[in-house]
Structure formats: structure tokens, C-alpha cells
């Protein structure tokens, strides 16, 4: 555990065990996961991306992943929000399964970078979270 945490903040319960936890301080979950050789979820919350440049969101890993399959939601300053899943690949390609929009988000637009994946959105979202819904190893 990096930061405070307590153990009992959601969605990890203070009876869970193999949990690694990166803590914002303030006692609330950044970054999470459960250990079992591989990764079988993660969740990275990334604060206030700008609209006009691309910034990196989530990097693949770890363990030479080389693809995953991700969930990213977000909302702006007026509520407006989005959930897209997308299939993330180091070979350069960040490929939008299927999205979902709620009031007037603004268009995203995905990249890889190596092996990060950046967005960049047409208008400036308060939130970005991103879910690892499945690691896919070499």
C-alpha cells in the first residue's frame, strides 16, 4: 500500500485480500488491483484532460502484456458523460469496440503510444477512468 488507505474504502472491502493499492492520501483508491499472477483488474483515474492534445491515460503491463481490453468513462463540467470499451494493442492500435453517450460529451479520440494509451478529447473532461476488463499476454 502506497498512501493512506484504510482497507475499507469501496469498491475493496477490508476483508480482501492480494490487493495492491496506490492511495491518493486523503484515504481514497487511485490505482487498485488483485494479485494472482496476472492482473485481473485494474482501475486508474486520471483528472482533468485538456481538449487539443493527447495525453496518456493507461500503459499496458505489466508482464509484456501486449494487448487489453479496456473500459474508459468519463464526464465534463456539465455532467455530460461517456463509456467506451476499446481493445488496446502495442502494436500501435487502440480500436473502439463500442460506446455510450450521455447528454453532449464531445468526440475522444484514442492512440497508442508505444505501449500507453492516450486520449484526446474534443472538449476538456473533469474525470477519466480507466478499467482493465482483461490483460491478454503473448
Not at 485538456?50 to 495525453?55: D, E, V, W
Not at 473500459?71 to 463500442?98: E, H, K, P
Request: hydrophobic share 40%.
Amino acid at each position: 500500500i502506497l498512501g493512506r488507505y484504510t482497507g475499507s474504502a469501496a469498491p475493496i472491502s477490508a476483508t480482501g485480500s492480494n490487493y495492491i493499492v496506490l492511495s491518493d492520501g486523503d484515504g481514497n483508491p487511485y490505482i487498485y488491483g488483485q494479485w494472482a499472477g496476472s492482473p485481473v483488474f485494474v482501475q486508474h483515474a486520471v483528472s482533468n484532460i485538456t481538449s487539443g492534445s493527447a495525453q496518456t491515460i493507461f500503459v499496458l503491463g505489466p508482464g509484456g502484456s501486449n494487448s487489453a481490453l479496456v473500459l474508459v468513462t468519463g464526464r465534463d463540467a456539465s455532467f455530460n458523460w461517456f463509456n467506451d470499451i476499446l481493445n488496446v494493442m502495442q502494436s500501435n492500435s487502440a480500436q473502439t469496440i463500442s460506446t455510450q453517450n450521455g447528454g453532449s460529451p464531445g468526440s475522444r479520440t484514442y492512440s497508442m503510444s508505444s505501449t500507453a494509451l492516450q486520449l484526446n478529447p474534443s472538449a476538456t473532461q473533469v474525470i477519466v477512468r480507466v478499467v482493465v476488463l482483461q490483460n491478454v499476454n503473448a
